[in-house]
T-cell receptor, first 115, second 114 residues
Framework: GAVVSQHPSWVICKSGTSVKIECRSL??????MFWYRQFPKQSLMLMAT?????????EQGVEKDKFLINHASLTLSTLTVTSAHPEDSSFYIC???????????FGPGTRLTVL | DQQVKQNSPSLSVQEGRISILNCDYT??????FLWYKKYPAEGPTFLIS?????DKNEDGRFTVFLNKSAKHLSLHIVPSQPGDSAVYFC?????????????FGTGTRLKVLA
């Protein structure tokens, strides 16, 4: 079964609204989680590293005020797309490494469509 | 600057034949490499990995080869099956630095023809 879940799996919102996406590790604790974005027919682009108990680390070119990340517990990280615009429409995927097994697990992804 | 490159966006192979997917990287700090398979609208699924201390790792029909001097890795699938049709991403990480941060290639769409 899935070891990393994401919610919601898809969301449609109006331009200007904010959308929160949750990423949960289901049977292991993850002090670090990663958020990726995938445009159609393109690679997964790492957006940021979510760190439990501290600030997220953003990749170059990713606006931290636009994509708010909160890693509130050892099993939950949230990505909030603030004041969403149509260009934010994308497929967002999180991942969480299980350090005991040295395996990184990916969530099923969230399809965001901003109208 | 694309640190991990997959120069073939697509590949078609006949069922039963070998599929070879290639990946090049530029960052010499990368020491752990993975291949993921991805279906549309789903998250990636881990396939196989290799650490830089090895030059080959095999798991069933999947074999990954690493050429450190050329900064090149490849995934061989043999025999190829129609269910292997998907997009394959290679990913690299400076693992020994203690990070699980992966940089992904651009992906290769494999189509296995029955």
């Amino acid at each position: 079964g899935a070891v990393v879940s994401q919610h919601p799996s898809w969301v449609i919102c109006k331009s200007g609204t904010s959308v929160k996406i949750e990423c949960r590790s289901l049977d292991f604790q993850a002090t670090t989680m990663f958020w990726y974005r995938q445009f159609p027919k393109q690679s997964l682009m790492l957006m940021a590293t979510s760190n439990e108990g501290s600030k997220a680390t953003y990749e170059q070119g990713v606006e931290k005020d636009k994509f708010l990340i909160n890693h509130a517990s050892l099993t939950l990280s949230t990505l909030t797309v603030t004041s969403a615009h149509p260009e934010d429409s994308s497929f967002y995927i999180c991942s969480a490494p299980n350090r005991e097994t040295d395996t990184q697990y990916f969530g099923p992804g969230t399809r965001l469509t901003v109208l | 600057d694309q640190q991990v490159k997959q120069n073939s966006p697509s590949l078609s192979v006949q069922e039963g034949r070998i599929s070879i997917l290639n990946c090049d990287y530029t960052n010499s700090m990368f020491d752990y490499f993975l291949w993921y398979k991805k279906y549309p609208a789903e998250g990636p699924t881990f396939l196989i990995s290799i650490s830089s201390i090895k030059d080959k790792n095999e798991d069933g029909r999947f074999t990954v080869f690493l050429n450190k001097s050329a900064k090149h890795l490849s995934l061989h699938i043999v025999p190829s099956q129609p269910g292997d049709s998907a997009v394959y991403f290679c990913a690299a990480s400076p693992f020994s630095s203690g990070t699980y941060k992966y940089i992904f290639g651009t992906g290769t769409r494999l189509k296995v023809l029955a």
